[in-house]
């Protein structure tokens, strides 16, 4: 239930100590989504851009979007109104330093010999065609096409198309135009939702077909993702399946409450449905009233204060007698953001086994790392950063890996391969070795 106008915006709060070990996964679990409604929804969807190409796309952004392109697809060079010059020092700064850090992430080709004679080698190579998806709704996204852009110009992808959907007047937000430029993008889709996911899985007219297909978005843009992944006519591949963003705090009696309550609500700003979780070790009675009190001040002062009435009484505050007890828990929970406010906050690192990004420290906010740090913002939520990385440089690359025999190497392996090859009775595969030592 939303908290009415007028209410105390406040979290749910709890102590293990007086919760039972069901009660305690019960907190770990995310909202349920029902995924068979919306496949109903966005299955004829995938299918009439599939079928119709362009039309549907201007037909589909007419009836979600309530904009009649005349064209679907605007083609570099972008025209770019002129930006605020301090937007534009931003954009810039955060460009440079994100491009550092996913510079930082090409790997140098990898080439061992594993016996006399055989050598294996791993290089990369860039994934040709990636389509990169920047969502629009509540707000204008410019760090995300940074985020998805830039590894894939470091990976050095030939053809980049970004796809968002138009603003009421059928543009593109400028901000997010001038990324498109400094990424080299190919293509801007004017199109947001399954539409989108669907034109460039598949291709139209004017929307080029592409490999991967990576970002954000609602429960339509990810269930069309899903889709598309599983149809094997459509031959393209996604980042991660994704569900609404979400951010865990850990904080002791070192903690500056109203950093932790700032933190809690640029999180909570996202949507109804973000979760924010405060794990609390050892927080005094007068500590936690403290945290509660700043949440609340700050944020009836927040233009989006009705986003967060929706998002923090879904959200709780969790107290644990010790770190280890923190550290398990926010490991179960694998969030997508972990915030680290303690006494030592690099101590407790090497305990983090599930997260999406880390902040350490009471100076690092999530929102440095939202915008302009270096490290990418498209990350594992929902709890599959149990196996899932955050996008990275290599999320648009592909490992390729070779070998290379001697003669001697091939002498020296064949026993062995001729050996298992007649354990799987594939006599074939035996054969290619034999034909090539049985002279010596
Ligand atoms: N916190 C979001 C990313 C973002 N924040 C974009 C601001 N703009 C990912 O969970
Ligand atoms: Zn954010």
Do not use: W
């Amino acid at each position: 239930v939303p908290t009415p106008e007028g209410m105390k915006i406040e979290m749910r709060s709890f102590d293990k100590n007086n919760l039972s070990k069901e009660e305690i996964n019960q907190l770990l679990q995310r909202p349920i989504i029902k995924a068979d409604e919306i496949i109903d929804i966005v299955k004829p969807i995938i299918d009439q851009v599939k079928l119709h190409g362009d039309s549907a796309i201007k037909e589909l952004t007419s009836k979600f979007d309530k904009v009649d392109l005349d064209s679907v697809v605007l083609t570099a060079p972008f025209t770019i109104p002129k930006l605020n010059e301090n937007v534009k020092n931003s954009i810039d700064l955060a460009y440079n330093n994100i491009r550092k850090f996913h510079e930082a992430q090409l790997t140098d080709p990898i080439t061992i010999e594993t016996m006399p004679g055989v050598t294996c080698s791993r290089f990369s190579r860039p994934i040709e065609r990636v389509g990169i998806y920047v969502p629009g709704g509540t707000a204008v996204l410019p760090s995300t096409a940074l985020m998805l852009g830039i590894p894939a110009q470091v990976a050095g992808c030939s053809k980049i198309v970004l796809a968002t959907p138009p603003a009421k007047d059928g543009s593109i937000a400028p901000e997010v135009l001038y990324v498109a430029h400094l990424i080299q993008a190919h293509s801007v889709v004017m199109a947001g939702g399954a539409q989108a996911i669907a034109a460039m899985a598949y291709g139209t007219e004017t929307v080029s077909k592409v490999d991967k297909i990576l970002g954000p978005g609602n429960q339509f843009v990810t269930c069309a993702k899903m889709i598309v992944q599983n149809d094997i006519m459509a031959m393209v591949s996604i980042d991660m399946p994704a569900g609404p963003s979400e951010l865990l705090v850990i904080a002791d009696m070192t903690c500056e409450p109203s950093y932790v309550a700032s933190d809690l609500l640029s999180q909570a700003e996202h949507g109804p449905d973000s979760q924010v979780v405060l794990v609390g070790v050892n927080l005094t009675n007068e500590m936690q009233a403290e945290i509660s009190k700043q949440l609340d001040e700050q944020a009836n002062k927040l233009p989006r204060v009705g986003i967060i009435r929706h998002s923090i009484p879904k959200s709780f505050s969790i107290q644990f007698d010790n770190y280890e007890e923190a550290m398990e828990f926010s490991n179960n929970y694998a969030p997508e953001h972990l915030i680290l406010q303690t006494a030592e906050p690099d101590s407790l690192v090497p305990k983090v086994l599930n997260a999406g990004s880390v902040f350490v420290g009471k100076y690092s906010c999530e929102s440095c790392g939202d915008y302009a740090s270096g490290t990418n913002h498209t990350l594992p939520t929902y709890g599959f950063a149990r196996m899932y990385s955050g996008v990275n440089t290599s999320s648009f690359q592909k490992h390729i890996t070779s070998q290379k025999l001697s003669k001697e190497g091939l002498q020296s392996i064949s026993n062995a391969v001729m050996t298992l090859a007649e354990v799987e009775g594939l006599d074939a595969h035996r054969n290619a070795v034999y034909i090539r030592v049985k002279d010596n």
